[in-house]
């Protein structure tokens, strides 16, 4: 008796996802706020002024705008990306911090129907013993990624269900293919 072939199993789609946070965009014109008075304080400064107070009012409203503006606009939105590779996860306008999860290093995906930035600490990339380490931009669903060991990963995201169908799908073919070999 002949067996038939089975039939190659077909490759998930990539699948891509974001989520976005427009609060950040209120921090982050609080920060070029302080910038606009580091600014006009150096430009408008009387003449009987003393120097040293001067010259330290100036740098640290720059410096606080410079850190505002660029702390929160990494997090005004991200981008996640599930392929045959990995798991990868851009943040903000230029994609960093970023961070890229081999699935070989993934044990599982599952749905986080409420994430709370309250809960990890605020907006942000966040590190808690208990949760692991997460890039978390808004409250709302999101995914959490087994990494073994008791290790995870969490993102917030739009069509969080999409995305661990997708981590799920590749899971399996890859262990299907490892299993071939």
């Not at 045959?84 to 911090?97: A, D, M, Q, S, T």
Request: net charge positive; hydrophobic share 45%; with cysteine.
């Amino acid at each position: 008796m002949t067996h038939a072939p089975r039939p190659e199993p077909v490759a998930p789609q990539v699948w891509t996802g974001r989520a976005s946070n427009r609060m950040q965009w209120v921090l982050a014109s609080a920060g070029a706020a302080c910038l606009a008075l580091g600014i006009e304080l150096a430009v408008d400064q009387p003449a009987a002024a003393d120097i040293a107070p001067l010259v330290m009012s100036v740098v640290g409203c720059l410096a606080v705008g410079l850190l505002i503006i660029f702390g929160t606009l990494a997090f005004t939105h991200v981008k996640v990306q599930v392929d045959r590779e990995c798991v990868e996860v851009r943040c903000g306008h230029i994609g960093l911090p970023r961070r890229r999860i081999p699935l070989a290093d993934v044990s599982g995906a599952r749905l986080a129907p409420l994430i709370s930035p309250r809960s990890w600490g605020g907006w942000g990339y966040r590190w808690r013993p208990e949760k692991g380490t997460g890039v978390i931009v808004r409250r709302g669903p999101g995914i959490v990624i087994d990494l073994g060991a008791g290790h995870r990963f969490t993102v917030t995201v739009d069509d969080p269900e999409g995305a661990v169908v997708a981590i799920r799908e590749w899971l399996r073919l890859r262990a299907r293919t490892l299993a071939g070999s």
